[in-house]
């Protein structure tokens, strides 16, 4: 099973244990538990590396015990290990587990204290909501550790519990939208530790501080990004937050992804009244400047502004509202950093341009150089609020003057009801952020001169939109249907690329152009320039895919083979003779795929490559009908790195082909009962039909009977009779179909434990390689094609001309007026069509001219 799987599975069943129990609350308990076992793991797995064994736990002595805590920071008895626990079966209670968690405190080396202490409160104070009396309590904490024993246990697991943690964590921020502000969308702090991280490159140690922690999201891409260029040892992580269960899921968070435990600190206060981080000295405090801040603080949170007048984290600046404490979480980030350190800071869009005091502080931060780029982003990206938000990033010795906007607010998927950054947005946002360029309906670099003009307002819009407007009519072209020079010119690039396509498309009458034949589509795929186009890009994907074969399968993947794939992948496709597709496009194909590769070499690298020929049960959770509980139901057998399918597919196809024909036989006597059926009259549908049905169906059992009894004409009976043979038929058909497809899943099984180590080798580039290939062709045949839907819009656009349109009125008319002279009828009656006459009264002479009312 899969690490996804495997999160997605606990969650289901977590979510059915909760109950009543609200989202927001639950989190702390199943979390809980999960951070006791990885604790019980990690002290089980020192003591077997020291040639120990579980058992030894039973009468540890006090040598031991020091030993344990001193290698480790704690000791946990054998009695309170979560493995004992699973032992216990039914005489495992609630009481066990407070217990053990009171004891576990007594046994914490100091600089452990300093960080676990009270780490487990939530927990403790959560068991007695856990059901209304004892049993039901007990009953409840039997099975969430049921649940939590599901993870592995091994070392070399870790990344899948620190997976899974994260995963519950975005999981019940969703369920508990009133409380998503203490999760970030994992795409968004990736982003913004991608920025920061790039300026960390070179240094041998650094601080990074978030002082609205949340769950720790931001500081650990913090760490995995800066860790791409530094010893993780020597990163040291500052966090502050105002609820004490969200701080010390932070510290889980931290401690879980292997960030030691004296590089950990984590405070529980409100940062604007409580400045924080800062040095003891001298019997003072001095802050503390750290080389990293980032920060997702409350939206327009209210504070008490008067009571930092002195405050020397705003005096430089100004103090912000009572009603919006946006400003005064910014201040407090810029006044940590060091002179040479950045930030990167979420806020609500109305902090760019909203006046008042607001305004003052923005004034001082673009005249001091200290706002590098400002990236604004689409709605709906939070779970807590609809709200779009900007990203700015900030420094404190800053030369140059001129800001840098993005307006991300299109580059986005819909996920359900969340707007979702892509792989391919992340890496373009950061692109450009890196290169400081301007890119066309993206981004712009804007001198300070031009943001004075516009009185320090800061709104995304005033400089750049990603916002494609729509091309206004033409109006000489909405008469004549000829289409204006400039909508041809905004395909400047194609006409480029492909020479002489546009004179193949178009014939130009001065300023304006005819557009030649139907079949536009047609023309522009099988123009040569274009087949040459797209056959040459297939061949430079072709040798993509062997370099992706190279460096994914004949050799051990690197730890980092995503990101130089990546390099490699925009050098290939970013050279200017593919301008016209996009490279993120492309990088996108890659970045989709990856995902399942990933998963794959990381069980191959833990289990060993064999498992390539092994299966495993295939369990799916199934909602039982009368417990209402989700349960494990196993379905069959699956590969455990091949899918069946794929198996099949390859090396049964004349099984495959079997099951085709008689698929497409089936489905023909369908086809031939349900004609049948259909021509009877509405006598025979009624009588023959299934009881309630509303004469949809027929009721088989009845026209068998009807047979028997032959009370209905010759011709009918031979219908009924080719009705029920129909039938047979289509069921030999259905029930030969379910035979092959066992006896091929039979066979899909057997070959997989038989399958050589070329066979594996093709099998992996089939599953890994060729889809990304196919992904990426797909892109450059998406532009080509997407290209000739907007030629054909084009013409369709202006397809029916004015001019034809007031001629053929003006016949209708006519028309109608002749139709009506031929009319006869009473007085009242000819009465009337000389109204209708004289209202429809066709006289061009007498028509007012365009404009004239």
Excluded at 174 to 181: F, H, I, M, V
Aim: with cysteine.
């Amino acid at each position: 099973m899969t690490k996804q799987e495997l999160a997605t599975r606990i969650w289901a069943t977590a979510n059915v244990l909760r109950k009543n129990i609200k989202a927001s609350e639950y989190k702390d308990y199943i979390l809980g538990f999960m951070f006791y076992k990885y604790l019980c793991d990690k002290e089980m797995d020192h003591l077997l590396d020291m040639g120990g064994s579980f058992e030894d736990l039973k009468n540890a002595d006090e040598n031991l015990q020091t030993t344990l805590k001193d290698d480790k920071g704690y000791f946990i008895a054998y009695k309170d290990m979560f493995e004992y626990w699973k032992g216990l079966g039914v005489k495992l209670g609630a009481k066990d587990v407070s217990e053990a968690l009171d004891r576990f405190y007594t046994n914490l080396k100091p600089i452990y204290s300093n960080v676990f202490n009270k780490i487990f409160s939530a927990l403790q104070t959560g068991l007695s909501k856990l059901g209304d009396n004892a049993g039901s309590r007990d009953k409840a904490v039997r099975d969430i550790v049921e649940l939590v024993a599901l993870i592995p246990p091994t070392s070399r697991e870790y990344d899948v519990l620190g997976y899974i943690y994260e995963y519950l964590i975005q999981q019940f921020s969703s369920e508990a939208k009133k409380d998503g502000a203490f999760y970030t969308p994992h795409e968004l702090t990736s982003l913004m530790a991608k920025i920061v991280a790039e300026r960390m490159k070179g240094r041998t140690e650094i601080t990074a501080y978030d002082p609205t922690v949340g769950s720790g999201g931001l500081l650990l891409n913090i760490g995995r990004e800066v860790g791409k260029y530094i010893d993780r040892n020597f990163i040291h992580y500052y966090g502050q937050e105002l609820i004490t269960e969200t701080a010390n899921l932070a510290k889980m968070n931290l401690f879980m992804q292997d960030v030691p435990v004296q590089n950990i600190c984590i405070n529980c206060a409100n940062t604007l009244e409580d400045d924080w981080p800062y040095l003891e000295e001298n019997g003072g405090r001095k802050p503390l400047p750290v080389d990293v801040v980032v920060s997702n603080p409350p939206y327009s949170a209210h504070w008490t502004s008067g009571s930092y007048k002195t405050d020397p984290r705003f005096v430089k600046y100004g103090l912000a509202p009572d009603t919006k404490a946006d400003y005064a979480f910014l201040l407090h980030c810029l006044y940590h950093l060091k002179n040479d350190g950045v930030m990167a800071i979420v806020l609500p869009h109305g902090v760019l341009f909203r006046g008042g005091s607001e305004e003052e502080i923005r004034k001082k931060l673009i005249e001091n150089h200290n706002i590098e780029t400002i990236i604004g982003f689409p709605s709906q990206m939070f779970f807590s609020t609809p709200i779009s938000v900007i990203v700015a990033v900030l420094s404190k010795e800053r030369k140059e003057s001129d800001i840098l906007f993005v307006d991300a607010s299109q580059s986005f998927v819909k996920v359900k009801k969340q707007n979702v950054l892509r792989q391919m947005d992340i890496q373009k946002i950061f692109d450009a952020v890196q290169d400081r360029k301007s890119i066309p309906d993206f981004s712009r670099l804007v001198t300070k001169e031009e943001i004075k003009k516009n009185d320090y307002n800061l709104n995304i819009s005033r400089y750049i939109s990603a916002k494609k407007e729509e091309t206004p009519y033409d109006l000489f072209s909405v008469m004549t249907g000829q289409i204006c020079k400039s909508e041809v010119e905004q395909f400047k690039e194609f006409w480029e690329k492909f020479p002489g396509l546009r004179e193949k498309l178009f014939i130009e009458n001065d300023t304006y152009y005819d557009i030649t034949g139907d079949n536009l589509r047609k023309v522009i795929v099988n123009y040569p320039a274009v087949v040459d186009f797209t056959k040459e890009f297939k061949g430079v994907s072709a040798e993509f895919k062997s370099y992706l074969i190279e460096e994914i399968l004949c050799q051990s993947p690197a730890q980092n083979v995503m990101e130089t794939i990546k390099k490699q992948l925009f050098v290939t496709f970013g050279d200017e003779k593919y301008k016209l597709i996009d490279k993120y496009s492309v990088y996108q194909s890659f970045a989709d795929c990856w995902d399942d590769i990933e998963g794959d070499l990381s069980r191959i690298s833990s289990e060993g490559k064999q498992i390539c020929t092994e299966t495993e049960p295939w369990i799916i959770m199934k909602k039982d009908s009368k417990t209402k509980k989700f349960v494990e139901e196993q379905i069959g057998m699956k590969g455990k790195v091949f899918p069946l399918e794929l198996i099949k597919d390859t090396y049964f196809k004349e099984d495959f082909s079997k099951i085709r024909t008689l698929s497409a036989d089936a489905d023909g006597y369908v086809s031939k009962y349900t004609e049948l059926w259909e021509d009877f009259d509405e006598d025979i549908v009624a009588e023959l039909s299934k009881e309630g049905d509303d004469n949809t169906d027929f009721d088989i059992k009845k026209i068998k009977a009807a047979i028997k009894k032959a009370e209905y004409p010759e011709t009918t009976i031979q219908n009924f009779k080719a009705i029920v043979k129909a039938v047979d038929s289509e069921k030999a058909c259905r029930k030969r179909i379910k035979e092959l497809d066992l006896e091929m899943k039979q066979k899909a099984e057997d070959k997989i434990h038989a399958l050589s180590d070329e066979e594996v080798f093709n099998l992996l580039v089939m599953k890994w390689i060729d889809p990304i290939i196919l992904n990426i062709n797909k892109t450059a045949e998406s532009v080509i094609t997407g290209f000739a839907a907007d030629i054909v819009a084009l013409k369709e656009k202006y397809a029916n001309p004015l001019s034809e349109l007031s001629s053929d009125l003006e016949n209708t008319e006519k028309q109608f007026h002749d139709m009506l002279s031929g009319l006869v009828g009473s007085t009242k009656d000819m009465d009337a069509i000389k109204m209708l006459k004289t209202e429809f009264d066709v006289n061009p002479k007498e028509k007012p001219e365009c404009g004239q009312k």
